[in-house]
């Protein structure tokens, strides 16, 4: 059972910057792809931002230019570095990974985007 921790979240106005990051428990897992999800209130949640193992990135239309997705294959580390935030940006980030052929959940952090 793999248990993922996310970290980084918090309360920035609108224009500011945010940094995610997401870890697994234990090691030796061999990770596939990473991705981060968000969940905004009375909403589904949405995949906004996906990495390949060997590094490709995909985006959301409406946080492409302003998100950054990353990993550290070396530590299954996953990483979000987020831009020139809004207020819809607002919500609960989860990070997934997909180890074999089971997807893995973290808890879910909270990023709220106000003036």
């Not at 209130?41 to 590094?55: D, F, Y």
Request: glycine share 12%.
């Amino acid at each position: 059972q793999v248990q993922l921790v996310e970290s980084g979240g918090g309360s920035v106005q609108p224009g500011g910057s945010l940094t995610l990051s997401c870890a697994p428990s234990g090691s030796g897992v061999s990770v596939i792809t990473m991705a981060w999800h968000r969940q905004a209130p009375g909403r589904q949640r949405e995949l906004v931002a996906i990495i390949t193992r060997s590094g490709i990135p995909n985006y959301q239309d409406t946080v492409a230019g302003r998100f950054t997705i990353s990993r550290d294959n070396s530590k299954n580390m996953l990483f979000l570095q987020m831009d020139n935030l809004k207020p819809e940006d607002t919500g609960v980030y989860f990070c997934r990974m997909v180890v074999g052929a089971d997807n893995y959940w973290g808890q879910g952090i909270r990023v709220s985007v106000s003036s």
